[in-house]
């Protein structure tokens, strides 16, 4: 996905607005602000000792478990963006339909015997249904909303993955009902690790090692195969794709379907961390896994991860490190305040995101 | 052209004189009968006498509202379904849990003349507008849900700053189960340091300010007052905080599926370990929360559950009208508030040829004179800020013994009743 | 392009295939979802059930579209009327039915209860059996095939009536559901109407309805007859016979023309209240709010082409600082009077509109969309938050928020308050006129069309998005200011990311950057909600469908901008030329498929 054009520009902004002194100058009073605001909260919260090193520590950890859910969710709007430039703000609701199999799968599993005689095997079970409704529904998804808008002006699509979003909401909430599903207990997820220090949960370990691998996975896949240079030549010119003999329909839907399939595994990662799933459970993550991907670097695979786990790290430590250090009460109430300014400091600060290259920009 | 600029010479003369006749003062009055200064409802022979139920019957309070209906509706049929020869008749609106709820439905029986009485509304922020419209309109309004304190009073003389005439409530004040569980906390428990988390909801708000201010007064420290929003899945960095302050107990009123990530995730830390340093409050005391494991050992607090022959028999009626127990905590108390209203009609009404009059002002000012009257909920008084309830509330404790919701809510460990008003 | 070659059987089988297929997923889909059980509690036409209404409705319009008369092939020919159409329909419908049947056969046998939480034992197993109309599920079933493929059939036979008939029998259909649905106005009207007039026309409703609320048999047939013949004379259009005319009146005389009938729609809007009554007015009021900050993120998103996903963050600011000023209980205590706070409220949002503005200036489409939907959530968690308890009351919101007065005069009923709230919507769309044509409008609709070269021909972009955040902040700040004083307090939780989706429906439902657009589009879909509160549970679901159907058909909305339509449908007829370069020769193509009924002729 390297830059063909110099006279194209970034996704995001790099774009050479006629300046305003004025504009430039809150730009920087604000970026400053930020800057300072985060030191001094952050020198106040630490030297007060409230926290100990422990406690900092499990911090850190919790927010690299959180980061790793986002990562994944990330990937399949970091890989549609790249290909379509296209954000399909309904991902996060084929992500809670993930989780939400997952429940149903799992419940069903915990009344045989397989569940307790081979309970990693009931998981790879659950896994792979996840991950194939998912991308069933992902594939459904672009067959009939996005597919003939293909070439529209840009917000339409986008305007059509906000109703396909509110639809797979609400047609969860009335099909399976609004309250909440626990998902049973998994003994074998249950305890702590210690490793260098870091006391880490069975079930963050097991969400960390599986996001790193789908991750490794998933860029192999890109990478080396023929499909996945199908998909990286029709990120660079679908027209010339199609020339060279790519079948451009096909390789879309691949990318939908791999992402939404990587949006399965999230959710089936959520359900076992947080063992709860309901109809709205992926609109928040889907938002904020969006925001992941932007600030690593959106159309990028490697800056997925690395979103991901700042983002994580940023809801976890943001409103300990920083908030409570100015002195802001009830601070983990704003810790959606913490995660969306981020988001607006890192494309104020650096457009690209974290790991960004400039994307081929399309005024479609 | 000059017809068409008399057409419209003719309209327009036409469209004033139908508004000149907009204008024009009405008639009719009621002979015999003289209303008050609210006015009054007259039912026509053979007509209904019409009840408004403001309750929140959609969305994530449905159970809440849903459970009152039920009430109101056994309320009714234990009178059978008439009062004074004449049917009783419901109708249902939904407050959405919210203040434009409120506005909507309470406009709507606001422009219905016949509305004898609201019963609602479920939630306290939609009461507030609601209040104002119908105690405008001389309607009288009677909750068994509503707990903030601004609705009434703080119970030291001090007004409520949404409080309107006409309003009146069978649940408890917030202040009051803030410190039942304080007093819990504090003397019982012994605890000395406490943590409260709420959710960002006026109602797990207010519970927690007030459990706080009750704590501090008895001599204990708030240690941290910290809060979640609702939606929020990942606890352990906010549970993080609430250890590092080192509390004696956390108090957290809050809802599904938030406390259910807070007692999951509790687990994980040695301090919160032991499930006796969480207290929770009456909207975790639902049978999908106490299946939780790690709500064994919990504490919750909540209105009394009504003992006795009388509330056995309801309950015996309830589950046989809708084939499952009652849902929520406060159907007791709305059909209590039914039958006060009904017998305040029956006190107020006036018959006069098949035709009842009922004085608003007057309906008013019998329910406010309500005193010792025995209900489900115990025996109940109105002060002048419309608190009718008798507030007892029970701890009670979750333990191993304890299966169901049922048995969870008669394990009590301590009632508070406030000292005599 | 259009060859004489008639589609081959076997793709327009598939479809046929294809159609009924769809309805029949769609009526299980309303079934399993609760969708026609819940609907089953109101009557809606005599004897027949909203919930009734709605599962027939389907095959009646998988009937319509299988039976249609134009080949969806491109290239090929319109094949004449004649027995084909009922034919499709039929079949299109019975394929629907048998879909449908055999879920009810699976629901009689398996309890899916325990994941399908509505698929109750109501619906087919226990009394009154809400699915099969009140028969054992095997009889049930066939009963529901039957039907299916008749009214299927039925629906496709319309399509054999020329245009005109087809079009009257249509609009006596629509007639019959708008009038059953709208049960609860057509009887206030009629009420209010005999009330305020002394006309006595509330007999009218008598004979309309039932007791049960149901649009009677009589009501039926009048209505019907009313909506077909009306369609059948109001078809010679009579809007260009009065612009013929308007055309030879002398300038002088074709404004007074305008004046009076300006005048008298102000006179009759006037009245309005008055006839609707208090709760029919509370929800015009509700409706005006809405339809006030649709006005203004038309100017932002319509005009500027800036998608805004936190616009509710204004509504809030101007309803807080509305709260703040005139609400002696806020921390501020001034208490004043709401005109006095008025200022503020335009200063403040203005200033919101600069804080959102400005970060946002040199990002673009959808990345603006989630950064202004992160502005959007901030907005609600500070006034939330605990840490501003003291400013804004936190949970506990503002309360006793100043009543509007007009001189000693409080306004306190919706009768009254329907016109404050009718003056700012006519401001609004006075404003919104004004802009369009201005220098300021062009270099928005410059900025929608291309950045780009809009900067490049000396627009200033800056201004240009600035301006366009602060003009639909300050609107959006008045329906805040508003809304706080109609509710009488202020909550937190009342603005939260659904108000900002809500308005986004109503604009594109309604139609982009058009004023009647949005008109018809808040009063479709956030005052009849109101109305139809059976709709409550699925509002979400029905916008969210809404807004797919919308983008996918009809991009430019109900009552389409003229300009902006053009832009569109350019952009179609580019895409037309796109795909003709794809051999993908089933596709459905938005542009060049002319579909009866529901496309107006462009005029």
């Known amino acids: 996905m390297a830059r063909t054009n110099s006279l194209r520009r970034g996704p995001v902004a790099a774009r050479r607005v006629r300046r305003l002194p004025v504009v430039d100058a809150f730009l920087w009073l604000v970026r400053i602000a930020a800057i300072a605001l985060l030191l001094i909260g952050a020198v106040s919260s630490i030297s007060s000792a409230r926290l100990s090193g422990q406690q900092w520590r499990d911090l850190v950890v919790f927010g690299i478990a959180q980061g790793s859910v986002y990562a994944l969710v990330a990937l399949g709007y970091t890989m549609v963006y790249g290909v379509l430039r296209f954000i399909n703000f309904a991902h996060g609701e084929v992500f809670m339909i993930g989780a939400m199999t997952g429940y149903f799968v799992t419940d069903g599993l915990a009344r045989t015997a397989l569940w307790d005689a081979a309970p990693i095997l009931a998981l790879l079970i659950t896994l792979i249904c996840c991950m194939t409704v998912s991308a069933l529904v992902a594939l459904l998804l672009e067959r009939v909303a996005y597919r003939p808008l293909r070439g529209a002006p840009r917000l339409i699509p986008f305007i059509t993955a906000i109703g396909a979003s509110f639809f797979l909401q609400y047609t969860m909430a009335s099909l399976f009902g609004t309250s909440v599903k626990a998902y049973p207990e998994v003994d074998i997820l ?22 790193l691998s789908i991750m490794a996975g998933l860029y192999l896949y890109v990478e080396r195969t023929r499909a996945g240079k199908a998909m990286r030549a029709v990120a660079e010119d679908p027209e010339i794709a199609r020339l060279m003999g790519v079948d451009v329909d096909r390789t879309i839907a691949r990318v939908f379907g791999v992402g939404g399939a990587m949006a399965g595994a999230g959710g089936l990662l959520f359900g076992l961390v947080f063992q709860n799933v309901h109809f709205l459970s992926g609109f928040l993550p889907g938002i904020k896994a969006f925001t992941a991907a932007v600030l690593g670097g959106i159309g990028n695979i490697p800056g997925a991860a690395v979103g991901g786990l700042t983002l994580g790290m940023v809801e976890s430590m943001g409103p300990s490190l920083v908030l409570v250090g100015l002195g802001i009460p009830a601070a983990h109430q704003l810790k959606d305040v913490v995660a969306f300014l981020t988001l607006v400091m890192v494309l104020i600060f650096r457009p690209t995101g974290i790991l960004g290259e400039r994307v081929r920009e399309d005024r479609a | 052209m000059s017809t068409r600029r008399k057409q419209f010479t003719a ?55 849903t459970d009152q209906v039920r009430a109101v509706e056994i309320a009714i049929e234990d009178k059978g379904g008439n009062l004074l020869e004449h049917p009783i008749r419901t109708q249902v609106e939904d407050d959405l849990c919210k203040a434009e709820g409120g506005t909507t439905a309470g406009q709507k029986f606001a422009a219905d003349p016949q509305i004898v009485a609201v019963i609602g509304s479920s939630c306290s922020g939609a009461a507030v507008p609601a209040m104002e419209i119908l105690s405008g309109k001389g309607i009288l309004m009677i ?22 005439k006409g309003y009146l409530r069978t649940a408890h004040n917030d202040i009051i189960q803030g410190q039942a569980a304080a007093n819990f906390a504090f003397q019982k428990l012994g605890a000395k340091k406490a943590a409260t988390i709420h959710d960002g909801d006026p109602y797990t708000e207010g519970l927690a300010n007030a459990f706080g201010n009750s704590f501090k007064e008895l001599g204990g420290t708030v240690t941290l007052a910290t809060a979640i929003s609702k939606g929020d899945t990942d606890m352990r960095p906010v549970l993080t905080e609430v250890v590092a302050s080192k509390p004696d107990i956390v108090f957290f009123p809050i809802f599904q599926p938030e ?60 589950e046989k009208k809708f084939s499952e127990k009652p849902i929520q905590a406060f159907h007791a108390h709305s059909y209590d508030a039914a039958n006060m209203v009904f017998a305040a009609i029956e006190k107020v009404a006036v018959k006069e040829n098949g035709k009842i009059h009922i004085d608003r002002q007057k309906l008013m000012d019998a329910v406010y004179q309500t005193k010792d009257y025995q209900g489900l909920t115990g025996t109940l008084s109105c002060d002048e800020f419309g608190d009718c309830a008798n507030p007892k509330i029970d701890i009670v404790q979750n333990t191993a013994a304890q299966k169901t919701i049922d048995q969870v809510r008669g394990n009590v460990l301590f009632t508070f009743e406030p000292p005599a008003r | ?61 998988v009937g319509y579209v299988a039976g249609r008369r134009q080949p969806e092939l491109e290239g090929f020919a319109t094949r004449p009327p004649g027995w084909r159409n009922p034919a499709t329909g039929l079949l299109a419908g019975f394929i629907s039915g048998v879909t449908i049947g055999a879920f009810v056969l699976l629901i009689a046998t398996v309890d899916l209860r325990g994941v399908l939480l509505n698929v109750t034992p109501e619906l087919v197993r226990d009394d009154p059996r809400i699915l099969t109309f009140g028969l054992e599920p095997g009889a049930g079933a066939g009963l529901l095939v039957g039907l299916f493929a008749v009214l299927g059939g039925l629906a496709g036979a319309i399509q054999v009536l020329p245009d005109l008939w087809r079009r009257a029998v249509l609009a006596a259909v629509g007639w019959v559901l708008a009038f059953g649905l709208m049960q609860a106005v057509v009887s206030q009207v009629l009420r209010g109407l005999q009330q305020q007039l002394r006309i006595w026309t509330e007999p009218l409703a008598d004979f309309l309805y039932d007791t049960s609320g149901a649009l009677s048999i009589a009501g039926i047939t009048v209505v019907a007859v009313l909506g077909f013949c009306l369609q059948l004379l109001g078809s010679r259009k009579p809007r260009a016979l009065v612009n013929a005319r308007l055309e030879r009146l002398t300038d002088r005389s074709r404004r007074i023309v305008r004046v009076a009938v300006l005048a008298a729609a102000l006179l009759l809007l006037g009245l309005l209240p008055q006839v609707l009554g208090s709760f029919l007015s509370e929800v015009l009021n509700i409706a005006g709010i809405f339809l006030l900050m649709a006005l203004g993120l038309n100017i932002v998103v319509g005009f500027a082409g800036l998608l805004d996903l936190g616009y509710v963050a204004f509504f809030a600011v101007g309803a807080y600082t509305t709260a703040l000023l005139t609400s002696p209980q806020s921390s501020l205590g001034v208490g004043w009077i709401f005109w006095l706070a008025v200022p503020f409220v335009v200063l ?33 968690l500070l006034f939330l938050s605990d840490w501003l308890k003291p400013t804004f009351g936190g949970a506990q919101g503002i309360i006793q928020v100043g009543d509007i007065t007009v001189g000693p005069v409080g306004v306190r009923t919706p009768q009254a308050f329907f016109y404050v709230i009718f003056v700012f919507v006519l401001l609004a769309a006075y404003a919104t006129y004004a802009l369009q044509d201005s220098r300021i409008g062009r270099a928005w609709m410059a900025m929608r069309e291309d950045e780009s070269v809009a900067e490049a021909m000396g627009v200033d972009i800056v201004t240009a998005k600035l301006s366009a955040f602060i003009v639909g902040a300050v609107l959006a700040g008045f329906g805040g200011a508003l809304f706080a004083t109609k509710i009488g307090s202020v909550f937190p939780h009342s603005f939260n990311v659904i108000v900002s989706i809500t308005v986004l429906v109503v604009i594109i439902v309604g139609g982009m950057a058009s004023v009647p657009g949005v008109v018809l589009g808040t009063m479709v879909l956030v005052g009849l909600p109101e109305l139809l509160r059976e709709f409550e549970e699925y509002r979400f679901l029905i916008y969210g469908a809404l807004l797919i159907f919308m983008m996918l058909r009809r991009p430019e909305g109900f009552i389409p901008s003229k300009r902006r339509a053009e832009e569109l449908h350019e952009e179609e007829i580019a895409q037309d030329e796109w795909l003709k370069t794809q051999d993908t020769g089933s596709r459905p193509e938005p542009g060049s498929r002319p579909e009866p009924g529901s496309r107006p002729e462009p005029s």
């Open chain 3, 1 to 61: 392009m259009t060859t004489v070659v008639e589609a081959p059987a076997a793709a327009v089988g598939s479809r046929v295939v294809m159609i009924g297929l769809v309805g029949g997923a769609v009526a299980v889909f309303v079934s399993a979802n609760g969708m026609v059980e819940a609907f089953s509690e109101r009557e809606l036409l005599d004897g027949l059930t909203l919930g009734a209404v709605l599962l027939l409705s389907i095959p009646l319009l």
């Open chain 2, 259 to 318: 406390a259910d990530f807070i007692v999951k995730q509790a687990k994980g830390f040695p301090l919160l370990a032991d499930t006796k340093k969480l207290f929770g409050a009456d909207g975790l005391l639902s049978n999908t929360f106490i299946v939780i494991g790690q709500t064994e050992g919990m504490y919750f607090s909540g209105p009394a559950t009504p003992t006795g022959a009388t509330y056995t028999d309801f309950v015996g009626k309830y």
């Open chain 1, 190 to 211: 249950s305890g702590t690790f210690d490793v260098l220090g870091f006391r880490i949960l069975r079930v963050h370990l097991l969400v960390i090692v599986a996001a």
């Open chain 2, 143 to 164: 909750s068994g849900s509503n707990t903030s304190p601004i609705l009434t009073s703080d119970l030291r003389g001090k007004k409520g700053t949404a409080n309107q």
């Open chain 2, 11 to 65: 309209c327009l003369v036409g469209v004033l004189a139908l508004i000149g006749a907009a204008c024009a003062p009405e008639e009719e009055k009621g002979a015999g009968f003289t209303p008050g200064p609210l006015g009054a409802v007259t039912v026509d022979t053979g007509a209904p006498i019409k009840i408004g139920l403001l309750q929140a019957i959609s969305g994530d309070t449905a159970s809440l509202g």
């Open chain 3, 348 to 380: 403040a949002a203005a200033v919101a509109g600069l804080l959102v503005g400005t970060p946002v200036l040199r990002m673009r489409g959808d990345y603006l969309a989630i950064v202004t939907l992160g502005f959007g959530e901030i907005a609600r």
